[in-house]
């Protein structure tokens, strides 16, 4: 049995990626794991424990779609679909700054 070195990752690097699976209940530990290059047990330790704590809430299996003939959804409904919704944008808005960041850094290695 090989060991392997255990990395420490930051506080904050945890919590985004607990947010970032929490957000879309589409996405699989090991889809989120592998998007972040982490391991998909790592990422499901964060969640587990974040839960306990108190810092996540459960992951919401519901497909999302609005309630069926027409009927405007309960307050409850609307109030967890905006909470998505934020965290939606949340994401996009992480990743969108994380490619912001590796575009400029990339961009002043190049020695052309």
Same mark, same amino acid.
Not at 26 to 54: C, F, H, M, P
């Given at each position: 049995? +090989?060991?392997?070195?255990? @990395?420490?990752?930051? $506080? !904050? &690097?945890?919590?985004?990626?607990?947010?970032?699976?929490?957000?879309?209940? +589409?996405?699989?530990?090991?889809?989120?794991?592998?998007?972040?290059?982490? =391991?998909?047990?790592?990422?499901?330790? *964060?969640?587990?424990?974040?839960?306990?704590?108190?810092?996540?809430?459960? @992951?919401?299996?519901?497909?999302? @779609?609005?309630?069926?003939?027409?009927?405007?959804?309960?307050?409850?409904?609307? !109030? $967890?679909? =905006?909470?998505?919704?934020?965290?939606?944008?949340? !994401?996009? !808005?992480? $990743?969108?700054?994380?490619?912001?960041?590796?575009?400029? &850094? &990339?961009?002043?290695?190049?020695? *052309?």
């Amino acid at each position: 049995m +090989s060991l392997m070195a255990l @990395k420490n990752y930051p $506080e !904050e &690097f945890k919590a985004d990626a607990v947010a970032l699976y929490l957000s879309d209940p +589409s996405k699989t530990y090991k889809q989120v794991a592998e998007d972040l290059g982490i =391991n998909r047990a790592t990422l499901r330790e *964060w969640v587990l424990a974040a839960q306990r704590n108190g810092t996540a809430g459960p @992951k919401r299996r519901g497909t999302g @779609k609005p309630a069926a003939g027409g009927q405007v959804a309960s307050p409850d409904v609307l !109030e $967890e679909e =905006n909470r998505q919704l934020k965290a939606r944008i949340e !994401e996009l !808005e992480l $990743e969108r700054d994380i490619l912001r960041k590796a575009a400029k &850094f &990339f961009a002043g290695e190049t020695n *052309w």
